[in-house]
């Protein structure tokens, strides 16, 4: 084993997670930077119309978003309690289960979602002006699920968080590089986004590939064996990874939901006000994920040495670090939502709704950080029932009724909405944690 992947069983936990955390939220900070120039150059490029209509497609790329990380999640906590006990061989067959499963998943996402795009943007809201845009776009990222991630959970369970973070790093810098030359260059408008977003996750796919199964220095090896679907390893890697994929199931309801019913109280208007408060929201909330993503090793590995009270002590910490940042986000936008939104749009009606939107939006996001840590934790620690709940039970006990409550007092309404939801959500994710203790949950579900 590396001293990498001992070093989280004995470094001090706040040094340990500083390190984790700064490197996690580094890789995500890098895609929300990407999140936002892709906005801008689409809005800039194409215009408001076909912002809308990328966001329309977002509930399915959220939904293969998910798959990619329930199987990341569910493979990266087998192999950090496998390390954690010294079982290498244990540790490279859930990985090697992990990219399996994946990749049969994505190309079953790739030919239900092309056969079936039209229909589904029927769903998702799609108007006679975005239903273009959204096809084209949606066309091309669905036949490009395949390379959807790069498996950086299952790089960070063994203790490289710099290549973790150049999986997201990398990519990032060629989506940045591809967008104007597609969009602006050979002028392919959304077709041209799309394939910058396909190209560049096909460069993090490609550096996966090289580092599981081309690179020696590493604590386990992947062979053609550990590549077999193994039964025990895919319930496991499942059971620990499905509140990830039911969470994502349903945030893609509950935003084909809030599409519908924005088009309904709205218009096209306030779908683009949404569509660009969701991409700032996605930028300031990435290290509030980051944060969730650094504890994990750290909580797999400990649990798997039957260390709780390093457990403990990283959740506290963290918890204690989503909610600060929050707090501080929710003050910047509350300040700066005017410049901010300004910058994506010369429309004054949809400037005008997504600043009032933004700054309501914002009363969320010091809460909005706590369930996901929380789901994480868990997971991390091979206890998915609890998670269940907060991923999956809050959308249709908390986030859809709220919507629809809330409805009634139209746009603004929907605004306010958000914000209560995290709160709700935040509280039932505290209660959680107070009730769950830090069990020893090794990976012997999987064993032979």
Request: glycine share 10%.
């Given at each position: 084993m590396t001293p990498r992947t001992r070093s989280f069983g004995t470094e001090p936990v706040a040094r340990l997670l500083w390190h984790a955390c700064t490197q996690t939220t580094m890789s995500v900070g890098v895609y929300g930077i990407?999140?936002?120039?892709?906005?801008?150059?689409?809005?800039?490029?194409?215009?408001?119309?076909?912002?809308?209509?990328?966001?329309?497609v977002a509930p399915l790329l959220l939904l293969l978003g998910a798959v990619a990380t329930t199987v990341g999640v569910g493979g990266a906590s087998l192999v950090s309690r496998s390390l954690g006990l010294g079982d290498l061989d244990q540790a490279a067959r859930a990985a090697g289960n992990a990219f399996i499963a994946f990749w049969a998943t994505a190309i079953g996402v790739a030919v239900v979602g092309v056969v079936l795009l039209d229909p589904l943007?029927?769903?998702?809201?799609?108007?006679?002006?975005?239903?273009?845009?959204?096809?084209?776009?949606?066309?091309?990222?669905?036949?490009?699920?395949?390379?959807?991630?790069?498996?950086?959970?299952?790089?960070?369970?063994?203790?490289?968080?710099?290549?973790?973070?150049?999986?997201?790093?990398?990519?990032?810098?060629?989506?940045?590089?591809?967008?104007?030359?597609?969009i602006f260059g050979l002028h392919l408008g959304?077709?041209?986004?799309?394939?910058?977003?396909?190209?560049?996750?096909?460069?993090?796919?490609?550096?996966?590939?090289?580092?599981f199964f081309v690179q020696r220095h590493r604590p386990y090896r992947i062979t053609l064996?550990?590549?077999?679907?193994?039964?025990?390893?895919?319930?496991?890697?499942?059971?620990?990874?499905?509140?990830?994929?039911?969470?994502?199931?349903?945030?893609?309801?509950?935003?084909?939901?809030?599409?519908?019913?924005?088009?309904?109280?709205g218009g096209t208007l306030a779908l683009s006000a949404f569509a660009l408060c969701?991409?700032?929201?996605?930028?300031?909330?990435?290290?509030?994920?980051?944060?969730?993503?650094?504890?994990?090793?750290i909580v797999g590995y400990n649990t798997g040495r039957g260390l709780t009270d390093r457990v403990e002590r990283a959740a506290t910490l963290t918890l204690r670090a989503t909610v600060i940042y929050g707090a501080g986000v929710c003050v910047a936008l509350l300040a700066l939502a005017d410049p901010l939104t300004g910058l994506f749009t010369d429309d004054p009606a949809v400037h005008a709704q997504a600043t009032d939107a933004l700054r309501v939006l914002a009363i969320g996001y010091p809460?909005?950080?706590?369930?996901?840590?929380?789901?994480?934790?868990?997971?991390?620690?091979?206890?998915?029932?609890?998670?269940?709940?907060?991923?999956?039970?809050?959308?249709?006990?908390?986030?859809?009724?709220?919507?629809?409550?809330?409805?009634?007092?139209?746009?603004?309404?929907?605004?306010?909405s958000f914000p209560t939801a995290e709160f709700a959500t935040a509280l039932l994710a505290i209660i959680v944690l107070r009730r769950t203790a830090a069990t020893p949950a090794g990976p012997s579900s999987h064993r032979s």
């Amino acid at each position: 084993m590396t001293p990498r992947t001992r070093s989280f069983g004995t470094e001090p936990v706040a040094r340990l997670l500083w390190h984790a955390c700064t490197q996690t939220t580094m890789s995500v900070g890098v895609y929300g930077i990407y999140a936002l120039t892709n906005a801008w150059f689409i809005a800039r490029g194409v215009g408001a119309v076909a912002f809308a209509a990328v966001n329309l497609v977002a509930p399915l790329l959220l939904l293969l978003g998910a798959v990619a990380t329930t199987v990341g999640v569910g493979g990266a906590s087998l192999v950090s309690r496998s390390l954690g006990l010294g079982d290498l061989d244990q540790a490279a067959r859930a990985a090697g289960n992990a990219f399996i499963a994946f990749w049969a998943t994505a190309i079953g996402v790739a030919v239900v979602g092309v056969v079936l795009l039209d229909p589904l943007l029927a769903l998702l809201g799609a108007t006679p002006q975005t239903r273009g845009y959204a096809h084209d776009y949606g066309l091309i990222v669905l036949a490009g699920s395949v390379t959807a991630t790069g498996f950086s959970s299952l790089v960070r369970a063994e203790g490289r968080l710099r290549f973790s973070t150049l999986l997201w790093v990398v990519p990032v810098l060629v989506h940045i590089a591809l967008d104007p030359l597609l969009i602006f260059g050979l002028h392919l408008g959304v077709r041209g986004a799309a394939l910058g977003t396909v190209g560049g996750q096909a460069v993090s796919m490609a550096m996966s590939v090289w580092y599981f199964f081309v690179q020696r220095h590493r604590p386990y090896r992947i062979t053609l064996a550990h590549l077999r679907p193994h039964g025990p390893t895919l319930r496991a890697l499942v059971s620990v990874g499905a509140p990830t994929i039911l969470g994502g199931i349903g945030l893609t309801m509950v935003t084909a939901l809030a599409n519908n019913l924005l088009v309904t109280v709205g218009g096209t208007l306030a779908l683009s006000a949404f569509a660009l408060c969701a991409r700032i929201g996605t930028f300031v909330t990435m290290p509030q994920i980051g944060i969730a993503q650094g504890l994990q090793p750290i909580v797999g590995y400990n649990t798997g040495r039957g260390l709780t009270d390093r457990v403990e002590r990283a959740a506290t910490l963290t918890l204690r670090a989503t909610v600060i940042y929050g707090a501080g986000v929710c003050v910047a936008l509350l300040a700066l939502a005017d410049p901010l939104t300004g910058l994506f749009t010369d429309d004054p009606a949809v400037h005008a709704q997504a600043t009032d939107a933004l700054r309501v939006l914002a009363i969320g996001y010091p809460f909005a950080g706590i369930a996901p840590l929380v789901s994480a934790r868990l997971q991390a620690a091979g206890q998915p029932r609890y998670s269940y709940w907060l991923s999956a039970g809050t959308i249709p006990a908390v986030r859809a009724p709220l919507l629809l409550a809330f409805s009634r007092l139209g746009t603004t309404g929907l605004w306010i909405s958000f914000p209560t939801a995290e709160f709700a959500t935040a509280l039932l994710a505290i209660i959680v944690l107070r009730r769950t203790a830090a069990t020893p949950a090794g990976p012997s579900s999987h064993r032979s």
